[in-house]
């Protein structure tokens, strides 16, 4: 079982940026796809992007592609993503987790708590 835990979230205003990191442990974390996900209130958690163990590939929803970028340290066992450009329309809480493959947007092991972007228009 692996353990996820989000940080890196606040509150920025419009056009600002952040960097949300995800320390993983308990698993193979450097053979392991990672994913991010957000979840605003009253909607459904919806996928963010993801990167393959080797960081050869990632994949992005088309909402933040151009403005978001993952990436991550094997050596530390964490994941981050980049987020600039902000939009009030990214205020979520933000997950990571564990993915089948970067084309699979499914979290195979239990949530973290996440953590929460809020941006001020």
């Known amino acids: 079982q692996v353990q996820l835990v989000e940080s890196g979230g606040g509150l920025v205003q419009a056009g600002g940026s952040l960097r949300l990191s995800c320390a993983a442990s308990g698993r193979t974390f450097s053979t392991s796809a990672m994913g991010w996900f957000r979840q605003a209130p009253g909607k459904e958690r919806e996928f963010v992007a993801s990167?393959?163990?080797?960081?050869?590939?990632?994949y992005y929803a088309d909402s933040v592609k151009g403005r978001f970028t993952i990436y991550r340290d094997n050596a530390k066992n964490t994941v981050y993503l980049q987020m600039n450009s902000l939009k009030a329309e990214d205020t979520a809480a933000y997950y990571c987790?564990?993915?089948?493959?970067?084309?699979?947007?499914?979290?195979?092991?239990?949530w973290g708590q996440g953590t929460l972007v809020t941006v001020s228009s």
């Open positions: 987790n564990v993915v089948p493959n970067i084309g699979t947007p499914r979290g195979l092991e239990a």
């Open positions: 990167i393959k163990w080797s960081s050869t590939i990632t």
